[in-house]
């Protein structure tokens, strides 16, 4: 709510990430380059963040793990293309010349796109996310935290208040002020599937 308010997104640093193989989806045999490698992430730890959204807002497991196990809320926006970069599932490390790439790169602009590519590679277990990511860099700093503000690429355009939340159309509204076009809905389980959906009965949601 306070970041509805405040118009804004934090943005996760890399290294507290919860799939410790972020930025490790190379195959790393070689105890050189995983050292080699643990430096790079550090790195750019420092240096960049991310925003991670799904394409998806009816997966129970995601209301689980990233919405407080369905106590919390779902924001949807309008996100530009060209900020996202999709997630690539794969079921084996790469074996590839990228890590040589990134230590190779010459330049942030260079070491940014070999990151991309890196960052957007995770486990096939994690294919339920349906995630795309946005990557910025670390400058705009508030209490120890890092975020990026809604504009003409980040539009928030729902409110999905979660099945077991608390959270009142009033707190909703409030946080929203005159923040235009904006449809807020309350979620509940689904009676036929394992899914998460519209509760279209009015009179549940004060």
Request: aromatic content about 8%.
């Amino acid at each position: 709510m306070d970041d509805i308010e405040r118009r804004r997104l934090r943005l996760s640093r890399i290294e507290t990430l919860n799939d410790p193989f972020e930025l490790l989806s190379i195959a790393l045999s070689d105890p050189v380059l995983r050292v080699a490698a643990a430096e790079w992430k550090k790195r750019m730890n420092e240096a960049y963040g991310l925003v991670c959204f799904s394409r998806r807002s009816t997966n129970p497991v995601q209301w689980t793990h990233y919405a407080d196990s369905h106590r919390g809320i779902c924001l949807g926006f309008d996100v530009a293309d060209d900020t996202l970069v999709p997630v690539n599932y794969v079921s084996r490390r790469l074996v590839t010349d990228t890590l040589a790439q990134m230590l190779a790169a010459k330049n942030e602009g260079d070491a940014r796109q070999v990151m991309l590519q890196v960052l957007a590679t995770k486990y096939s277990h994690w294919r339920y996310e349906a995630e795309v990511r946005n990557f910025s860099r670390l400058d705009i700093q508030s209490d120890g935290n890092f975020f990026i503000e809604f504009d003409d690429n980040l539009v928030l355009r729902e409110v999905l208040v979660g099945a077991l939340s608390d959270a009142t159309r009033h707190d909703v509204s409030a946080a929203l002020g005159t923040l235009p076009n904006v449809a807020v809905q309350k979620k509940r389980l689904a009676f036929k599937s394992f899914s998460v959906v519209r509760n279209r009965n009015e009179k549940n949601w004060k």
